[in-house]
């Protein structure tokens, strides 16, 4: 009976540790996850997204902020229907945030690159079409919530580019990235 106990307690954990996995991730980038307009404006701005911290100076007083670097990046939780391109309320949420915050007037007129992205499962060539058709269901929406057209560019990444590459299946794998372009 103790071994049975101390089998389930050490399935239990693991269980566990792998759930908590994804979202500890996430939590160490401040410009992922469920994130308002207030916190996407200053990511895209500012060049804070992922990756892109470093080589960023501050201004000294009475000198204009340098311009937010090309590739100012947020992955958003952008959830969607179990193996479909359909948006959830969630997903829904996250887009209405991004959609205020690409019509403020410091990202009025940047280009952006919508990314669709998927976790591993699943075959390359049906993950890189799933991923394609999320995209554009993310960009048709903003686009539905007033963002112009021309300022933005829909594509699939299949799972060619892990969020968390330690757990492929993972659910923060399954996002959308917003890039700045300009």
């Known amino acids: 009976m103790l071994q049975f106990r101390s089998a389930f307690v050490t399935a239990a954990l693991a269980v566990m540790a792998l759930l908590a996995a994804p979202g500890a991730q996430a ?3 401040p410009c992922a996850g469920g994130l308002g307009a207030a916190r996407i404006i200053d990511c895209l701005k500012a060049g804070q997204g992922t990756g892109l911290t470093r080589g960023i ?18 992955n958003l939780l952008v959830p969607f229907g179990y193996d479909s391109a359909d948006l959830t309320a969630q997903g829904m949420k996250a887009l209405d945030a ?3 915050a690409l019509k403020d ?7 952006f690159e919508i990314a669709g992205h998927t976790d591993a499962a ?15 269901a993310a960009r048709a929406y903003l686009l539905a919530k007033g963002v112009d057209a021309a300022r933005l560019n ?3 990444y299949g799972r060619s580019k892990l969020y968390d590459p330690a757990s492929p299946e993972a659910a923060v794998n399954r996002r959308v990235q917003i890039t700045r372009l300009d």
């Open 154 to 156: 829909a594509i699939g």
């Open 57 to 74: 100076r501050t201004p000294q007083q009475g000198q204009a902020a340098p311009a937010a670097p090309q590739g100012a990046t947020v």
């Open 98 to 100: 991004l959609a205020t």
């Open 27 to 29: 939590a160490s980038d």
């Open 105 to 111: 007037p410091a990202l009025a007129t940047a280009k």
């Open 122 to 136: 699943g075959a390359d060539d049906y993950n890189m079409k799933l991923s394609q058709r999320r995209a554009e």
